[in-house]
């Protein structure tokens, strides 16, 4: 009997792998710079060679980037699948923005019952310190702060759930995301009594996360965006009126002059 002699896998490939890894799993994240190929090789505990071809390998594959001088870094727009005249565009849309909110219901509902599920005591720590943050933001009153603040939470959510495909499209999706949750904090912040509502909603979702409860957490989810696309609804009927009020006005003075 004769054996085929078993080939042994490259370091160069092993180390490929787990660098791809890495990105995948969002450890490694957009515009991150690299440990230099010293370092690297020291962990990996293989010759710089072998860092140096895997490396090159993920520069030919659009995953990694040299800078002159400067390092490899984790590609700035890896996870941009949207182009910006679309994100444009489905921004400045009125219509799209309820959309969008729907769509949230779905993502965030499913990272949130995942996060609860499969989360450990790690992602709960930023987890919180995420929701810290955005608590600080509004006693700052400073609302692109505080909706970049709810966008990290969102990510933090989502890395908790321990699904690669949900973390990308959040990814994907964060420019346009974060431009809703500013959106929304605009007209919001003209009541607030719903601005309180909202902060509570947000620590019932994450007390729910942190307590394990999976069913529990989407629920509070689902809740907390219901209850911001009533207000948001109640809101655009309430100019409607105000801006046919505002028309009556104009006309009975256009008829007085006349």
């Not at 962990?43 to 040299?66: G, N």
């Not at 987890?127 to 943050?133: F, G, K, L, V």
């Not at 904090?185 to 996360?209: D, G, M, S, Y």
Request: proline content about 4%; glycine content about 4%; overall charge negative.
């Amino acid at each position: 009997m004769t054996y085929k002699r078993i080939k042994q896998p490259k370091l160069s490939d092993a180390i490929e792998q787990e660098l791809e890894r890495l990105i995948l799993e969002g450890i490694l994240s957009p515009g991150q710079q690299l440990p230099p190929e010293r370092e690297l090789a020291k962990q990996f505990d293989v010759s710089r060679p072998s860092v140096r071809e895997a490396i090159q390998r993920l520069e030919a594959k659009h995953l990694l980037t040299r800078r002159q001088g400067g390092g490899t870094f984790v590609k700035e727009k890896l996870w941009q699948s949207f182009s910006e005249p679309l994100l444009d565009l489905l921004a400045t849309h009125p219509e799209t923005q309820l959309d969008l909110l729907e769509a949230r219901h779905a993502l965030e509902g499913l990272a949130s019952y995942f996060a609860a599920l499969r989360g450990n005591e790690e992602d709960f720590v930023r987890i919180r310190d995420c929701h810290q943050r955005i608590q600080d933001a509004q006693q700052q009153g400073d609302l692109p702060l505080e909706a970049s603040a709810v966008m990290q939470y969102l990510i933090a959510v989502t890395e908790s759930a321990h699904n690669v495909v949900l973390l990308h499209i959040i990814r994907s999706l964060a420019p346009l995301l974060e431009q809703n949750v500013l959106q929304n904090f605009e007209l919001l912040n003209r009541r607030p009594e719903v601005v309180e509502k909202v902060r509570k909603h947000r620590a019932n979702i994450v007390q729910a996360i942190v307590s394990g409860e999976p069913e529990k957490a989407r629920e509070a989810s689902h809740a907390h965006l219901a209850y911001i696309e009533e207000t948001l609804l109640d809101l655009s009927r309430e100019d409607s009126r105000r801006e046919r009020s505002l028309r009556r006005i104009q006309q009975r003075k256009d008829g007085l002059e006349s």
